[in-house]
Nanobody
């Protein structure tokens, strides 16, 4: 049974930082592409960052480029999202997703976590 579990969300002031972690089990993690998505109330889910199975290719939504960094540690079955210079508009529920197919920033991944809330105050 595949499980995807996010952690690391919280409340932070604008300009601050958070690091989200996502651990996946029940799958061959180093064969899976991983993505981070977010959804704010009343808005559609959007892809924030993604990384290929090897970690060699990453992509970001324009609004987080230069502020967020996605990385993965295949030995720990974990993917991270380092978020710096946070803004109130980054407030959302953040979801981690996994799939053998490189969906990049499209929300078509097969496996999803329950999400972790990030709230940025001004």
């Amino acid at each position: 049974q595949v499980q995807v579990v996010e952690s690391g969300g919280g409340l932070v002031q604008a300009g601050g930082s958070l690091r989200l972690s996502c651990t996946a089990s029940g799958l061959a993690f180093d064969n899976f592409a991983m993505g981070w998505f977010r959804q704010a109330p009343g808005k559609e889910r959007e892809g924030v960052a993604c990384v290929s199975w090897s970690g060699s290719v990453t992509r970001y939504i324009e609004s987080v480029k230069g502020r967020f960094t996605i990385s993965r540690d295949n030995a720990k079955n974990t993917v991270y999202l380092q978020m710096n210079s946070l803004k109130p508009e980054d407030t959302a529920m953040y979801y981690c997703a996994a799939d053998k197919i490189d969906w990049w920033l499209l929300p078509r991944y097969a496996y999803w976590g329950q999400g972790t809330q990030v709230t940025v105050t001004s």
